[in-house]
Each structure stands twice: as C-alpha cells, then as structure tokens.
C-alpha cells in the first residue's frame, strides 16, 4: 500500500470507498484461505469474510483498533468461523438426538460429532500457543507453506521455523491429551 495503514484507516473511517477497495482487496483472499482452514468449506468461508467486511464497513466509525487492521480483521473472521462451527456442533447434537431417539445407530453420527468437537478443541488450542508460534503452526499445516517458503515469508531461519513447530506441536499434544489419538490420526493427515 502506498499510505500507510494509519491513513488508509482514517480515510477508512470517513467513508472513503477506495480505501475500502484497498483493504478489501489487500485481505480478502488470505482471509478466505484463513476461514477454510477452521470451515472446510470455500463457500461458507467466503460468505464468513464478507459478512465481516460488510460488518467492518457498517460500524467503521466506531471500531477501536489495538493493534493492527490485519490483526483486527484475521480475530474478527476466527471468532466469526468459530460461532459458526459452535452452531453446526448443535445442529448435529440435534441429529444425533433425532438418530437416538428414532432407535437409529449413532456411530456415524458420533464420529462426525467428535470430529467436530475435535477441531473446535484444535482452535481453542491453537488460541493458546504463543504468537509467532501459532502463525509459523498455521503457515505448515493449514496454507500447506513448506518450512523454507515459512522462513522467507516470516524472515526468520529455517532452525526458527523448526523451533516453532516443535514447540506449537509439543503445546497441541498437551492442550488436546483427551482427543491425543484423535489428533494423532488429525496431525498426520496434516504433515508435508
């Protein structure tokens, strides 16, 4: 961007659509590949960016930003990803219900339940590993970057990259120690 952040978001704030365009164009498509990775789904992840942009657009006379637009945006689409994920957890709470109580077996049901019970848990870990880690933990696992292509985006060395992910991993297996075999089935689905 040629203005700063800082002035793109006053003229933001004034209602000035090119800024807008600009934001718009300079994070939708890293905000949709963000919400896939919580949604798994390219529709429902694209409608979960939009809303959040025209949500943004709405009040943009009253967001207070701490940190950064991107930061502000990217927790704006995860917590957004995760009611959505919370809402579906209870849609198939209810199925399994119905499936109980129609004298149906669950097992299907049950797995699509812990598997989304799983990621939830995933995310919520995820929320708990350090910063630097959890963006190098996303980079690998959910935009597939390889640790170099992580290094050279991050400006950080390769060793660096490896320290993270080690730590991010060692931290998951302890957040997720109830799911561990879940997760194991999970992480390898997931390894470059």
């Known amino acids: ?52 942009f025209i949500s943004v657009w709405e009040k943009r006379t009253l967001i207070q930003i701490e940190t950064s637009l991107k930061a502000y945006l990217y927790r704006m689409v995860r917590n957004s990803c995760i009611n959505v994920l919370k809402h579906e957890k209870v849609k198939q709470q209810h199925v399994a219900h119905q499936l109980y109580v129609g004298d149906t077996t669950t097992d299907a049901v049950m797995h699509t339940l812990q598997a989304a019970e799983l990621e939830v848990k995933i995310t919520e870990a995820m929320q708990t590993l350090p910063d630097q880690c959890r963006l190098v933990f996303q980079l690998s696992r959910f935009e597939e970057l390889k640790y170099q292509e992580i290094a050279d985006q991050l400006k950080i060395s390769i060793k660096t990259v490896e320290n993270h992910m080690g730590k991010a991993l060692k931290l998951m297996r302890e957040q997720l120690k109830d799911y561990l075999p879940l997760f194991l089935i999970f992480m390898n689905n997931w390894i470059p």
């Open 1 to 52: 961007m040629e203005l700063s952040e800082k002035q793109v978001l006053e003229k933001f704030r004034q209602g000035n659509q090119s800024s807008f365009e600009m934001i718009f164009r300079a994070y939708y498509q890293p905000l949709c590949r963000y919400a896939f990775t919580f949604l798994k789904d390219k529709e429902e992840a694209e409608e979960v960016v939009q809303a959040a």
